[in-house]
């Protein structure tokens, strides 16, 4: 019987940002969502994706050269010539990705099974039940590789390693039943109340994912609220009350982590061709942060700032 495999784009060990302690973070490709302020836009797609990394890149042309599906072509400008790639006829053949010694053609995802993540997460054993961490698997969606997660967290539950799920809550219902018993934290994702401007923002519908918190409260995984500060869209006073108002409605307490805003992801969305709507936006204020954090604390949650 062949092993479960999954695409994902990154492990990240000793991280200490996706749930409690030290972690190994998985973050897999494909997300039904697409949020304009993305911090990994690469995981958007479910396929791998072949990017140029512009502070690697020489300008040598050797990419262009040995494309077999003639994409890649090279746009003068006043220094080095610039990259650019037809992705709609791009095949991910990567033998651009061979040819550039210098490393700045670079493939976003690879195709594992679930033994070979695992034989990596179970190398900071040790690490973990010191810390009181495990692996968290971020994406991306997680829910949308439904089968390689479970049969990731499976090894990990066996190997006696906590289990963190962080996710947007965009994913078929049933699911949930399926992670029972294997997943001991979710991170779940609330970013904006309103429907019809989660779905501007986002590109779906809310209703979805506030089902999925409900069904997630029924469990018996610990559940964090994580919301993202993103400059007037997200950290109004109007979005976060009503953030504020479900969690408060739910008998369960839960806990509420606020995300300030950072652009890291911008340099991601130009490497896949894509424009960076937020180019714009600042970093929000540490006044403006502590009254972020004032509208969670006066409705009597436990919240702090990420």
Same mark, same amino acid.
């Given at each position: ?6 695409? !994902?784009?990154? !492990? ?17 490709? +494909? ?43 090279? $746009? ?26 210098? @490393? ?34 971020? @994406? @991306? ?18 190997? +006696?390693?906590? *289990? ?11 699911? $949930? ?15 904006? !109340? ?38 007037? $869209? ?62 969670? *604390? ?9």
């Amino acid at each position: 019987m062949p092993e479960t495999q999954g695409t !994902i784009f990154n !492990i990240q060990r000793f991280s200490t940002d996706d749930g409690p302690g030290i972690r190994t973070t998985v973050f897999v490709k +494909g997300c039904p969502l697409s949020c304009i302020w993305c911090a990994n836009p690469e995981s958007q797609s479910s396929l791998p994706q072949i990017v140029n990394r512009p502070s690697k890149c020489r300008g040598c042309g050797k990419c262009a050269a040995v494309c077999p599906e003639h994409v890649i072509s090279l $746009i003068p400008t006043d220094n080095k010539p610039e990259i650019r790639i037809d992705r709609s006829l791009c095949k991910n053949c990567c033998t651009c990705v061979k040819a550039c010694s210098a @490393g700045a053609m670079h493939l976003y995802g690879e195709h594992v099974t679930a033994d070979e993540v695992y034989n990596t997460v179970k190398r900071d054993l040790g690490y973990y039940q010191r810390s009181g961490g495990g692996i968290t698997i971020s @994406g @991306g969606e997680p829910m949308m590789q439904i089968d390689f997660v479970t049969a990731l967290y499976t090894l990990c539950k066996n190997g +006696g390693i906590h *289990t963190a799920l962080d996710t947007c809550g965009y994913f078929p219902t049933e699911y $949930i039943s399926r992670t029972s018993g294997l997943v001991d934290l979710v991170l779940f994702d609330l970013k904006i !109340i309103d429907p019809d401007l989660h779905k501007h923002y986002t590109g779906v519908d809310n209703q979805l994912i506030h089902r999925n918190l409900r069904e997630f409260l029924k469990t018996d995984a610990e559940i964090f609220i994580r919301v993202p500060l993103i400059p007037e $869209i997200t950290d109004t006073e109007a979005n976060l009350t009503a953030i504020a108002n479900v969690v408060k409605s739910f008998e369960k307490p839960l806990h509420v982590d606020l995300l300030p805003y950072h652009n890291y992801g911008e340099n991601k969305f130009k490497m896949l061709g894509k424009p960076y709507l937020l180019s714009d936006a600042k970093r929000q204020s540490k006044e403006k942060l502590a009254s972020c954090l004032e509208i969670f *604390t006066a409705a009597g949650l436990d919240c702090q700032l990420h």
